[in-house]
Nanobody
């Protein structure tokens, strides 16, 4: 059983910052990619940022230059530093992790429960 537990969401004014964290726990060999997705009311879930096990990031165009994804492999944790937040960033943010076995084959894709980020104008 694998669990992803997110923290760090909240209410912030436009232009402010928040830092999200997501820690993976349970029984797994290793984590391949980790990432953050978000879903605003009435919209589909969309990619925000991902990061490989080697630390290579990938960002949605809408957050480039404002958000930074990072991870601590020793703690099985991924972070999302969000700066210059805009009302359009308001959404539930979900953590995602892809687990692999000793042969580096994907054995599961897991989601956190989500954390609300609200940016007021």
């Amino acid at each position: 059983q694998v669990q992803l537990v997110e923290s760090g969401g909240g209410l912030v004014q436009a232009g402010g910052s928040l830092r999200l964290s997501c820690a993976a726990s349970g029984s797994f060999f290793s984590i391949n990619s980790m990432g953050w997705y978000r879903q605003a009311p009435g919209k589909q879930r969309e990619l925000v940022a991902t990061i490989t096990s080697a630390g290579r990031p990938n960002y949605a165009d809408s957050v480039k230059g404002r958000f930074t994804i990072s991870r601590d492999n020793a703690k099985n944790t991924v972070y999302l530093q969000m700066n210059s937040l805009k009302p359009g960033d308001t959404a539930v943010y979900y953590c995602n992790a892809e687990m692999v076995n000793s042969l580096l084959l994907v054995v599961g894709n897991y989601w956190g429960q989500g954390t609300q980020v609200t940016v007021s104008s």
